[in-house]
């Protein structure tokens, strides 16, 4: 019997981290870490991204291949996507070059067929302020409430409509099985506390909630009224990176789902997040954005 396959819509860049030390860089990039995530978890994965002709892009494909991930190629006009984070100062600020803040996937045959048959769908930092964009891959989903799980994963940098990437992200959200809401997405938003989103986005239709906060743990709220919450776990060993441990949580729960299904009772659900928590807390542990697994685990 064949292993259930995942499809990850989204972004892949390179992430240029800049501090005291020097100039680090990684392939990164929400839904490459996702992707990546899913791979590293023993899940068939295939990521749909805009990626550059370039030296960057080949960093991005040896990265990708390295954790057997399939990679259905938008060439990027400009390149590939590159994501500076400046810490010499110490609070990061971060920009974006022009590729990145003209990202767009093109579906060829190749990426629709992946769509339709995938038994799950992901969709990581997406350009949800470009209508016609989400116009163009909701049409290649069938049966997204049951298949389409999705992470907003904003980033101001480059983003150009605040109000539109909100009103197409409820529009996707609401054709849902799975939403992924983190507490700094929540606040950039809507300017709103995590759980005021998390019940917005349930009264907009969303199948289930996923709600991330950081150090404070995880919630998760179901259309069948369940709801379950666990802390991070805890974990010897300093925190060293939290950069991808919202995109582990987010693999994690696709796993989670794929493994058992959606969760139909408070056991199930805190089980879920349980796990999830685990693999962030290790995330959280070493260096970059790619998901760990615990060790012994």
Do not use: W
Request: aromatic share 4%; hydrophobic share 45%.
């Amino acid at each position: 019997m064949s292993k259930p396959t995942v499809v990850v819509v989204g972004d892949a860049l390179i992430d240029e981290l800049r501090g005291p030390e020097g100039i680090r860089e990684f392939a990164g990039g929400a839904a490459l870490n996702v992707a990546i995530g899913l791979a590293v978890l023993g899940v068939p994965t295939t990521l749909i991204a805009m990626v550059g002709e370039d030296a960057d892009g080949e960093t991005i494909k040896r990265a990708l291949t390295r954790h057997g991930v399939r990679l259905i190629q938008t060439v990027g006009p400009n390149g590939s996507s590159r994501a500076v984070s400046d810490r010499t100062d110490g609070e990061p600020r971060y920009t974006f070059n022009d590729a990145a803040r003209a990202r767009a996937v093109l579906l060829d045959d190749t990426a629709r067929a992946a769509l339709a048959t995938a038994d799950l769908v992901a969709i990581s930092c997406f350009p949800f302020d470009n209508t016609s964009q989400v116009d163009h891959v909701l049409s290649a989903i069938p049966n997204p409430e049951k298949r389409l799980v999705v992470d907003p994963n904003p980033r101001m940098g480059m983003m150009h409509d605040l109000a539109t990437f909100r009103t197409n992200f409820e529009r996707v959200a609401s054709r849902s099985l799975l939403v992924k809401i983190g507490d700094e997405d929540s606040q950039m938003l809507y300017g709103l506390p995590l759980e005021a989103v998390r019940s917005r986005l349930r009264e907009r239709g969303a199948g289930m909630v996923l709600a991330t906060a950081g150090r404070h743990g995880a919630s998760l709220v179901t259309s069948a009224g369940l709801s379950a919450s666990e802390p991070i776990a805890p974990m010897p060993g300093p925190v060293i990176d939290t950069m991808g441990a919202g995109d582990a949580t987010f693999s994690s729960t696709i796993v989670s789902i794929l493994d058992h299904g959606t969760p139909v009772s408070t056991v199930a659900a805190h089980d879920l997040l349980a796990r999830a928590m685990l693999i962030a807390a290790a995330t959280s542990r070493r260096e970059g954005a790619l998901l760990a697994v615990p060790d012994g685990r």
